[in-house]
Structure formats: structure tokens, C-alpha cells
């Protein structure tokens, strides 16, 4: 996959602006797919706006990946906007962490595992077929 990296400890003051502005556009998507998703599914047993964004995330970082390896179309502006900003803070490793632990103080037992397998499954199927799709485009 072509990720942005930093070869130095200095990062220019525009970067920083687009992975700033680019997260805060995924902190906001993310807030509102999480509202979305508890709202088509109250019933559910499982946190479902948390798998929705990180299964979304990593198909759409898979995705640009892919199109990024296929074809040098996506400049390191857009990479840093989009890739390590809107993704960043769109998709929730924290927010996954602390709601399997919720999860297993709940008494639950199953639910947990169900969770953390499926997440990890989903996300890396998910980032395996957008890279796959993107490399194809």
C-alpha cells in the first residue's frame, strides 16, 4: 500500500493543515454513520456504528491504495487530506477497544469475541477488496 511517511521530525505547517482539516471531517462522518447506524439498527447487540466506520474505512483506505499503487493519480496532499486525516478520524481503534471491554464487564461472553473476530475479519476483508478494486480501476 502507498501510505504518506515522514522521513524527518520536521513536518511543514501545510501538512499538518490538511491531516487537521481532513480529520476533522472524518471526526464529523463518523459521528454521524455512528448516529445512523444505531438509528437502522437499536436492537443490535453489538456496537454497530463503531464496526460500520472501521469496515467502511478500511475498505475506502484500501481502496485509494490500490488506485495509488495502480496509478499515480492521488498526489501526497490528497493522501495526507484524505488517507491519514478524513480516515484517521473517521475509523475508531479506541472507541473498539473500550466498547469490547463494556461488552465483557456486561457479563457478556460471546458478544466480545463475535465482536473483535468480526471487526478484525470484516476490516482486513474489507481493505483486501477495496485494494483489489482500486488496483483494477
Known amino acids: 500500500m502507498h501510505l504518506p511517511t515522514f522521513h524527518s521530525t520536521r513536518f511543514p505547517l501545510q ?3 490538511y491531516v487537521g ?3 476533522a471531517i472524518g471526526s464529523i462522518l463518523r459521528y454521524a454513520v455512528g448516529l445512523w447506524a ?6 443490535a ?6 464496526l460500520s466506520v472501521n469496515v467502511m474505512g478500511c475498505l475506502i483506505l484500501g481502496l485509494l491504495a490500490g488506485i495509488s499503487e495502480a496509478r499515480d493519480l492521488i498526489s501526497d496532499e490528497v493522501r495526507l487530506l484524505v488517507m491519514v486525516g478524513l480516515l484517521g478520524g473517521f475509523t475508531t481503534f479506541s ?6 471491554i463494556a461488552l465483557f464487564r456486561a457479563s457478556q461472553r460471546l458478544l466480545p469475541v463475535v465482536y473483535v473476530v468480526g471487526s478484525a475479519t470484516l476490516g482486513v476483508g474489507a481493505a483486501w ?3 483489489w478494486v482500486g488496483r483494477s480501476v
Open 38 to 43: 444505531i438509528r437502522l439498527f437499536p436492537a
Open 21 to 23: 482539516l481532513g480529520g
Open 95 to 100: 472507541t473498539f477497544g473500550a466498547e469490547t
Open 15 to 17: 501538512n499538518l493543515l
Open 45 to 50: 447487540s453489538l456496537p454497530v456504528g463503531t
Open 129 to 131: 477488496i477495496g485494494h
